[in-house]
């Protein structure tokens, strides 16, 4: 098991920023694929960005241009940067980490964006 803890979420207006952040708790968070996933009421959980090992970073379509995921390995947290918020980013964001074909999930966090 690999505990994986997000934080960061809150309320913000239209417009704003927030920057979450996913603490994971093992030495080898180097070789850790790291995904941002977002799960909005009565909606799927999708994909909103993901950085793996090499650094290289994908985002979903719905938050290209706006959201930044980075990763620290020194510190074993990764981030997601979130600018030009908008009503629809509202949802429970999670952070995943993956070894192998293992998944492990955090509790999500929090984000509500008002109009």
């Known amino acids: 098991q690999v505990p994986v803890v997000e934080s960061g979420g809150g309320l913000v207006q239209a417009g704003g920023s927030l920057r979450l952040s996913c603490g994971v708790k093992t030495k080898i968070f180097s070789s850790l694929t790291l995904g941002w996933y977002r799960q909005a009421p009565g909606k799927e959980r999708e994909l909103v960005a993901g950085v793996y090992t090499n650094g290289q970073r994908k985002y979903g379509d719905s938050v290209k241009g706006r959201f930044t995921v980075s990763r620290d390995n020194a510190n074993h947290a990764a981030y997601l940067q979130m600018n030009s918020l908008k009503p629809e980013d509202t949802a429970v964001y999670y952070c995943?980490?993956?070894?192998?074909?293992?998944?492990?999930w955090g509790q999500g966090t929090q984000v509500t964006v008002s109009s």
């Open positions: 995943k980490v993956s070894i192998g074909s293992n998944d492990y």
